[in-house]
């Protein structure tokens, strides 16, 4: 019973000095999970936490990928933008 107590002591110990959401990476794989999740994969080492700037690259891949998701859609769509400058 005490190993279980130690553990849980342990997650606890490491929620408690994380944000409400947490950016973590394990091989090549970003994920943005509530800091109790977080926890209890930096605790079994499994991941780690992300740098800024590996969420700054993965941001800036999603906000691109968004854009050419819309340029598509309004592709099918027959509409066509032109910028006047």
Known sequence: MRDLQQYWQEIHA??????????????D???EV???????LL????HRL???????VR??????AAKKAKVE???REGVEVVEIG
Do not use: M, Y
């Not at 490491?14 to 091989?27: S, Y």
């Not at 941001?59 to 691109?64: F, L």
């Open 14 to 27: 490491i929620e408690n000095g994380l944000p409400p959401f947490v950016w973590v990476i394990a091989e």
């Open 29 to 31: 794989c970003l994920i």
């Open 34 to 40: 509530a800091r109790a999740v977080a926890a209890r």
């Open 43 to 46: 605790h079994a080492k499994s």
């Open 50 to 56: 992300a740098t800024e700037d590996e969420v700054l």
């Open 59 to 64: 941001k800036v891949r999603q906000a691109e």
């Open 73 to 75: 859609r309004r592709r």
